[in-house]
């Protein structure tokens, strides 16, 4: 019903920057927070950031001050503004987006995209 595509991955050097998106696509009547995670290998998956449909944004610590999460409500879609890259970023980023549908109106679901891979690296 709601699909959701990551793009932008790749490998870049430390303190280098990239710029993650998500597009939401599918039976979708509002979206309310959506929301980066990244996994890295032999690790759980983590929160990186949210934004609620109003804006509000949350960061992990570990990334405070170097990303930046944005939406565009009327595109479906939200960004991951990656900058001063470090090597403990290199992980699957993976997108969230928690749906109301036009068939499970007025409850929210969590819809998850398949992930891009970063690596930073020299």
């Known amino acids: 019903q709601v699909q959701l595509v990551e793009s932008g991955g790749g490998l870049v050097q430390p303190g280098g920057s990239l710029r993650l998106s998500c597009a939401a696509s599918?039976?979708?009547?509002?979206?309310?927070?959506m929301g980066w995670y990244r996994q890295a290998p032999g690790k759980e998956r983590e929160l990186v950031a949210l934004?609620?449909?109003?804006?509000?944004?949350n960061y992990a610590d570990a990334v405070k001050g170097r990303f930046t999460i944005s939406r565009d409500n009327g595109k479906s879609m939200v960004y991951l503004q990656m900058n001063m890259l470090k090597p403990e970023d290199t992980a699957v980023y993976y997108c969230?987006?928690?749906?109301?549908?036009?068939?499970?109106?007025?409850?929210?679901?969590?819809?998850w995209g398949q992930g891009t891979q970063v690596t930073v690296s020299s």
């Open positions: 969230k987006g928690t749906v109301v549908t036009r068939t499970n109106f007025p409850y929210p679901r969590d819809y």
């Open positions: 934004i609620t449909s109003g804006g509000n944004t």
């Open positions: 599918g039976s979708i009547f509002s979206i309310n927070t």
